[in-house]
Nanobody
Framework: VQLQASGGGLVQAGGSLRLSCAAS????????MGWFRQDPGKERELVAA????????YYADSVKGRFTISRDNAKNTVYLQMNSLKPEDTAVYYC???????????????????WGQGTQVTVSS
């Protein structure tokens, strides 16, 4: 099983980035996917999640209206489009996969079975 996150980098406040996470080694279309982030000294938090079909999405209040999660099951890839970035969005971003599917379950990292290696996002003010 492999989750390969990419697309991070350094961007100025107000800018945009698109993260990608390419999955292999499991049946991607059967798993809900989430993007989490963690900054040193802070707890890991869910940024966004999407059900296996893409029919439902969930967002942290801090990113609603700015970030969009999507997936392409034909390409085994999940995306996170991040617009209007703020310095407080700076963190390492991780993608993860889970067989859970309800909004309450998708919020918690311990419900995810597979994790990617993370990609650094740095937003300068």
């Amino acid at each position: 099983v492999q989750l390969q996150a990419s697309g991070g980098g350094l961007v100025q406040a107000g800018g945009s980035l698109r993260l990608s996470c390419a999955a292999s080694g499991f049946t991607f279309s059967s798993y809900a996917m989430g993007w989490f982030r963690q900054d040193p000294g802070k707890e890991r938090e869910l940024v966004a999640a999407i059900t296996w079909s893409g029919g439902r999405t969930y967002y942290a209040d801090s990113v609603k209206g700015r970030f969009t999660i999507s997936r392409d099951n034909a390409k085994n890839t999940v995306y996170l489009q991040m617009n209007s970035l703020k310095p407080e969005d700076t963190a390492v971003y991780y993608c993860a996969a889970t067989t859970y599917y309800t909004g309450s379950d998708l919020k918690y990292g311990y419900n995810y079975h597979y994790w990617g290696q993370g990609t650094q996002v740095t937003v300068s003010s």
